[in-house]
């Protein structure tokens, strides 16, 4: 039987974190902790066990976070590379601190809990996903976050972000926090169209779900635009995806 799992969503400027039972029911209020940069592996493990520690015995945590996950392992991460946050340069301390980094061992050995670390879009996917044909989910916030579903199950991590788009030198750049604040969300939503008509001839999705912090700016005369297969979910689902990623990719436990 499954308990309780501790899911946390590590974002550029704090970690959401909540509760889960086993059929995805919030066990606790979302709680979110502000980061400080610099921010090296080893002041995430301490965050981690301080939220821990003020939580309720859990069984297990899910942890959501930026860049390159594979199987547990930082292979990139775009924010805590810097010293001082999203935007700034990398440090070559940091990047060679966080690059092949095993977050799912440190934390599975610091806390004792079997544990899951992913990316944060995929925690986001699994949490709205259907479980039928190729679903995609896309998220917007600092930058854009990615992930595809095929029949329910995870596909592989691609960083879509990087990606180049005319212009400007990554998808990231074209539609991340950066552009909607120095366009403002009228012009910045009519990029998430162009975005979605980027992407539809490369994943060629059966439905595509569009959620992250920034979905909520989205103007409406954009939301009146969006092709049926394009649904905007809500940010709360990337919490909720913390109990259904154990099942839909290859973790046990």
Not at 20 to 33: C, I, N, Q, V, W
């Given at each position: 039987?499954?308990?309780?799992?501790?899911?946390?969503?590590?974002?550029?400027?704090?970690?959401?974190?909540?509760?889960?039972?086993?059929?995805?029911?919030?066990?606790?209020?979302?709680?979110?902790?502000?980061?400080?940069?610099?921010?090296?592996?080893?002041?995430?493990v301490?965050?981690?066990?301080?939220?821990?520690?003020?939580?309720p015995?859990?069984?297990?945590?899910?942890?959501?976070?930026?860049?390159?996950?594979r199987?547990?392992?930082?292979?990139?991460?775009?924010?805590?590379?810097?010293?001082?946050?999203p935007?700034?340069?990398?440090?070559?301390?940091?990047?060679?601190?966080?690059?092949?980094?095993?977050?799912?061992v440190?934390?599975?050995?610091?806390?004792?809990?079997?544990?899951?670390?992913?990316?944060?879009?995929?925690?986001?996917?699994?949490?709205?996903?259907?479980?039928?044909?190729?679903?995609?989910?896309?998220?917007?916030?600092?930058?854009?976050?990615?992930?595809?579903f095929?029949?329910?199950?995870?596909?592989?991590?691609?960083?879509?972000?990087?990606?180049?788009?005319?212009?400007?030198?990554?998808?990231?750049?074209?539609?991340?926090?950066?552009?909607?604040?120095a366009?403002?969300?009228?012009?910045?939503?009519?990029?998430?169209?162009?975005?979605?008509?980027?992407?539809?001839?490369?994943?060629?999705?059966?439905?595509?779900?569009?959620?992250?912090?920034?979905?909520?700016?989205i103007?409406?005369?954009v939301?009146?635009?969006?092709?049926?297969?394009?649904?905007?979910?809500?940010?709360?689902?990337?919490?909720?995806?913390?109990?259904?990623?154990?099942?839909?990719?290859?973790?046990?436990?």
């Amino acid at each position: 039987m499954e308990g309780l799992t501790l899911v946390a969503d590590c974002g550029g400027g704090g970690i959401k974190s909540v509760i889960l039972d086993a059929e995805g029911t919030f066990h606790s209020k979302p709680e979110r902790s502000p980061l400080a940069y610099p921010f090296p592996p080893a002041s995430l493990v301490t965050m981690i066990k301080e939220i821990i520690s003020r939580a309720p015995a859990v069984d297990r945590l899910t942890l959501g976070m930026p860049g390159m996950i594979r199987h547990g392992v930082v292979v990139h991460t775009p924010h805590y590379v810097t010293r001082t946050g999203p935007g700034a340069k990398p440090d070559l301390a940091l990047l060679t601190a966080w690059s092949g980094f095993d977050l799912r061992v440190e934390l599975q050995t610091a806390l004792g809990l079997p544990t899951l670390v992913l990316n944060d879009a995929e925690l986001h996917g699994c949490g709205v996903v259907a479980g039928t044909g190729i679903e995609l989910m896309l998220t917007l916030g600092t930058g854009l976050g990615s992930a595809l579903f095929d029949g329910g199950r995870l596909a592989p991590h691609l960083e879509m972000s990087h990606a180049p788009a005319r212009r400007w030198t990554t998808l990231d750049e074209f539609i991340g926090e950066h552009e909607r604040l120095a366009l403002g969300d009228p012009l910045w939503s009519r990029r998430v169209l162009k975005l979605l008509d980027l992407l539809q001839p490369v994943y060629w999705w059966d439905r595509c779900y569009v959620g992250g912090g920034n979905s909520r700016m989205i103007s409406a005369s954009v939301l009146a635009k969006l092709p049926d297969a394009v649904v905007v979910v809500p940010n709360a689902a990337g919490l909720g995806g913390g109990v259904r990623a154990w099942h839909l990719t290859n973790a046990s436990g």
